[in-house]
């Protein structure tokens, strides 16, 4: 009897606490595209032989289908993001790539370097009931 009105008890008094929510976002990052012409066609670089160096993004071995030769590629490119709901928020995107592709040999290399960053700009930080802890 004594060990079922602890457990009753336990359960109880677990059930009446308050629960508190997470004090942290999680997962702000967002997977952007970064080719404009394979995203107006419903990012379809996955299955899409495509010669560009934005195709990395989506799928690394497009780097295959370029020209035959030595090959360097290099784009970057910073744009304001969101800009009517944030005026502080910016997305950078650079890559590098390198491709040799002989004519007569049986093997190729490519080599890509690919850098996304969103600065979210400047956060407000809320505990649980919605008070102002910080920037």
Do not use: C
Not at 11 to 28: E, K, N, R
Not at 84 to 100: E, I
Not at 113 to 122: C, N, P, Y
Request: charged fraction near 15%.
């Amino acid at each position: 009897m004594l060990k079922r009105t602890i457990i009753t008890f336990a359960l109880v008094s677990l059930f009446m606490t308050p629960a508190f929510s997470q004090s942290s976002t999680g997962g702000i990052f967002l997977l952007i595209p970064t080719s404009a012409a394979l995203n107006g066609m419903g990012e379809l670089g996955v299955g899409l032989p495509y010669d560009q160096p934005d195709a990395a993004f989506f799928n690394p071995a497009n780097g295959i289908y370029g020209t035959r030769g030595v090959g360097i590629y290099a784009t970057a490119h910073h744009e304001r993001w969101l800009p009517g709901l944030a005026d502080d928020m910016s997305l950078d995107y650079k890559f590098l790539g390198v491709s040799l592709i002989p004519e007569k040999y049986p093997f190729q290399l490519v080599l890509h370097h690919q850098r996304t960053f969103l600065d979210a700009g400047e956060q407000t930080y809320t505990n649980s009931e919605g008070h102002v802890i910080g920037t």
